[in-house]
């Protein structure tokens, strides 16, 4: 299973028209996501940063709650497997590994795949590289 990280579905559902290039890429990334070739996984931190940038991207409150609901739609009606957000207990146990990682946003995400067993990050976000010792770090365009 990969866990698909937040650069991954800004692409997929809010920045496609601005992201050519990338969401050629994704798009075949979810056909097999969709397909059952390839499990993936996001996490509610990734949901809460996608929806945030929404928010902060829109001229007021109401349109970014709108254009951010619809891209939740769009992404809870795909076989994404959403994951929990990570108990404390395991937050304290596992962060250490992860000392590598310069944004400490991507903690969580890094946090979450690992606990659930992925064996990829899947990002546009080349701070995951710091950590291919414990999960591989890889982009859509690899499943291309």
Do not use: W
């Not at 692409?11 to 798009?27: D, M, P």
């Not at 546009?124 to 291309?144: K, L, M, Q, V, W």
Request: hydrophobic share 45%.
């Amino acid at each position: 299973m990969i866990y698909a990280d937040t650069s991954v579905l800004l692409v997929y559902t809010l920045t496609e028209s601005i992201e050519r290039e990338r969401a050629k890429a994704v798009r075949v990334l979810f056909q097999k996501i969709e397909s059952g070739e390839v499990a993936a996984a996001t996490s509610f931190y990734g949901l809460h940063e996608f929806f945030v940038f929404a928010l902060e991207n829109a001229p007021d409150t109401g349109t970014g709650s709108a254009f951010g609901k619809g891209a939740l739609r769009q992404l809870l009606n795909t076989r994404l497997i959403i994951l929990p957000l990570v108990t404390r207990t395991d937050r304290k146990r596992l962060a250490p590994r992860f000392s590598a990682l310069r944004d400490p946003t991507d903690l969580a995400h890094a946090i979450s795949a690992h606990a659930a067993g992925c064996n990829a990050i899947v990002a546009y976000d080349e701070h995951f590289r710091a950590i291919t010792s414990i999960i591989a770090y890889t982009t859509p365009n690899d499943y291309a």
